[in-house]
């Protein structure tokens, strides 16, 4: 039998991502050892080990990562500091921190600081997910064909960074590098910004009136319930996200608000030529996702 990749993994964070993770690696088998699961949330570690996600169940993250060959942070990414702060001298040399984080230079800025020489510093990004959370949302095949994004500093350990690819490859996922700075500009169109749409949208639709926010709900169209989905999300982890991604998710919002500016003009004096080519160029958008099995 081959050596597992990691003897002893710690998921710090037991929602959906972690919840997922862990059912993957107990599904697929051979990537850890010893699956440690830590939660500060005492009902979410409590129901992580009814749910027989991992082989410990530990509260404390210093007390977590002791003797750790890996340690996936989980929590939103507006906690990273303190994780930080308290699981870096307890890392041992050798050890390998990497998370799941939406954005990627704010958790580089807050947890480099605190890593010991000899701790090689991963993060990683896995782009899939529900609006679902905690440790029963979890889903041994929900990184199954999607990407996950690895960002590793410069002058990161190869050996370590093909690891963790390693990793999420055995969880089913592909895998791609990408710097920083670039991944929160391109995850800030394709995630952040549609999530703030989405929570906007649905934040004027209970600001109606009372009789025509009913009939909103009553009869809602496939484009508004697929805005309800999203903007179901976890409001911790989202706040963190649009804080923590700011610069690139406010430029982006200003080109989407100055192209939602130019289509308003084109149906108040009826630019048809102009509707058509935005409908088309969105259509496109959509049979590329179908072609690359991304929809």
């Keep these: 039998m081959a050596e597992p990749l990691f003897q002893r993994l710690v998921i710090i964070g037991i929602g959906l991502i972690g919840g997922s993770i862990a059912r993957g690696l107990r599904a ?10 830590c939660d500060a949330n005492a009902a979410h570690l409590a129901r992580a080990q009814e749910l027989g996600l991992g082989d410990e169940y ?3 993250p210093a007390q977590a990562v002791r003797g750790a060959d890996a340690v996936i942070l ?3 990414v507006g906690a990273f500091a303190g994780l930080g702060q308290a699981i870096g001298p307890h890392l041992k040399p050798g050890a390998i921190l990497s998370d799941v984080g939406s954005t990627k230079q704010s958790v580089i800025r807050d947890l480099a600081p605190h890593l010991p020489a000899g701790v090689h510093f991963i993060p990683a990004h896995p782009l899939a ?13 929900l990184f199954a064909g999607r990407w996950c994004l690895l960002t590793p ?40 910004l549609p999530h703030l749409i989405a929570f ?8 109606l009136a009372d009789e025509t926010r009913a009939e909103v709900l ?28 700011k610069e690139a998710l406010l430029e982006m919002f200003q080109r989407f608000s100055e192209d939602a500016q130019s289509m308003a003009r084109a149906v108040r004096w009826n630019d ?8 088309n160029r969105s259509r496109r958008i959509r049979k590329n996702l179908i072609d690359i099995k991304q929809a």
Aim: proline fraction near 4%; charge should be negative.
């Design 28 to 37: 697929r088998g051979g990537a850890a050892g010893r699956i440690v699961i």
């Design 58 to 60: 530990i509260a404390d």
């Design 74 to 76: 989980c929590a939103p």
């Design 129 to 141: 997910g529900t609006e679902f959370s905690g440790p029963d949302a979890g889903l041994a095949d």
């Design 153 to 192: 500093p410069n002058g990161a350990d190869e050996a370590a960074v093909e690891r963790i690819e390693a990793l999420w490859q055995a969880l089913g996922a592909r895998t791609a590098r990408m710097t920083p700075e670039h991944h929160d500009r391109v995850i800030a169109i394709v995630s952040h």
């Design 200 to 207: 906007t949208i649905c934040g004027t639709a209970d600001d």
């Design 218 to 245: 009553q009869f809602a169209a496939s484009g508004f319930r697929d805005f309800t989905r999203i903007a179901a999300s976890d409001p911790v982890m989202w706040r963190d996200i649009f804080i923590n991604n």
């Design 272 to 279: 048809t030529a102009y509707i058509e080519d935005r409908i």
